[in-house]
């Protein structure tokens, strides 16, 4: 399993991932919850968590080029949001191994 994980500071920041949230349900699979969307790509997922005004997003995948896709179609996505269209995310991958 592939792993990678960001956050992002927005002062809309609970705005944008229910824009997001809606934006992809209308593709693939979202499932939402107070707070939180899991995004289900077919080649991975990526969570959107809150934390005030922070979006923190963990992304994972069971292959290195689906996760690389899913990071990239976030970023992009991100990307298009007014207050986002600067920012640039440094994400934290690892990889997970079964014991």
Do not use: P, R
């Not at 107070?34 to 923190?56: A, P, R």
Request: proline share 0%; hydrophobic share 35%; net charge negative.
């Amino acid at each position: 399993m592939f792993q990678a994980q960001t956050t992002v500071q927005a002062k809309k920041a609970d705005k944008y991932t229910q824009t997001l949230a809606k934006h992809f349900s209308k593709k693939v699979t979202v499932e939402s919850s107070e707070g939180v969307s899991k995004i289900i790509f077919s080649m991975g997922t990526c969570t959107m968590s809150l934390n005030n005004d922070t979006i923190h997003l963990q992304c994972e995948s069971l292959e290195k080029e689906g996760l690389d896709t899913v990071k990239e179609i976030i970023s992009s996505h991100l990307g298009m949001l007014k207050e986002l269209k600067s920012v640039s995310l440094e994400w934290q991958e690892e990889t997970l191994t079964k014991d």
